[in-house]
């Protein structure tokens, strides 16, 4: 089954850490650039980074850049991202979303996760 | 950035009614637009890409058009089960940005 599989959420405190994890299956993981998309509560979808197919190359939206890391092991089918120095405003559902192109750059998703919930909180 | 502005932020229509939802763009964007459906408790679906390609899978009374900086998703036929919130989302450069979400409900 073609399916992406998050895990990792949790309750952190300011300041904290956190390595959110997406398991992808049905597909050539390898193939297709992978992005993190986060949802604040009652909030619209929020893009957060993308990295190639290979681990090449990374982009992330600029209140993230600096404390959030992307990277990925093709070997074991897996997307991860490491958040650092959390603040409140992260709190969020963040899901992994699948490119709908094997091309590096800029694109649409069509395959995503049910999401994880992370909650910055003191 | 590139700013995706959704109205409205809300409709509510009967069933079989033809609900259209708009999208604009900042600045120019071509056709690199997409359109999610989101439903709680499930899985984001893409809908529409390319401006009007529709998804495999999606039921054709969902349509997609537009270039440029204006865009629209169109039901033909409201059914109950498309009762849920439309993104749309600009693919042309990063970051990567959605509108605002338009919430779709049954009068």
């Known amino acids: 089954e073609v399916q992406l599989l998050e895990s990792g959420g949790g309750l952190v405190q300011p300041g904290g850490s956190l390595r959110l994890s997406c398991v992808a299956s049905g597909f050539t993981f390898s193939n297709y650039p992978m992005s993190w998309v986060r949802q604040a509560p009652g909030k619209a979808l929020e893009w957060v980074s993308i990295m190639s197919g290979s681990g090449g190359s990374t982009y992330y939206v600029d209140s993230v850049r600096g404390r959030f890391t992307v990277s990925r092991d093709n070997s074991k089918n897996t997307l991860y991202v490491q958040m650092d120095s959390l603040r409140a405003e992260d709190t969020a559902i963040y899901y992994c979303?699948?490119?709908?192109?094997?091309?590096?750059?800029?694109?649409?998703?069509?395959?995503w996760g049910q999401g994880t919930l992370v909650t910055v909180s003191s | 950035d590139i700013q995706m502005t959704q109205s409205p932020l809300s409709v509510s229509a009967s069933v079989g009614d033809r609900v259209t939802i708009t999208c604009r763009a900042s600045?120019?964007?071509?056709?690199?637009l997409a359109w999610y459906q989101q439903k709680p408790g499930q899985v984001l679906k893409l809908l529409i890409y390319?401006?009007?390609r529709l998804q495999g899978g999606v039921p054709t009374r969902f349509s997609g058009n537009g270039s440029g900086t204006d865009f629209t998703l169109t039901i033909s036929s409201l059914q109950p089960e498309d009762i849920a919130t439309y993104y749309c989302?600009?693919?042309?450069?990063?970051?990567?940005?959605f509108g605002g979400g338009t919430k779709v409900e049954i009068k």
């Open positions: 390319d401006a009007s």
């Open positions: 979303a699948k490119g709908g192109g094997s091309a590096w750059g800029p694109d649409w998703f069509d395959l």
């Open positions: 989302q600009q693919a042309v450069s990063f970051p990567l940005t």
């Open positions: 600045q120019g964007i071509s056709s690199w």
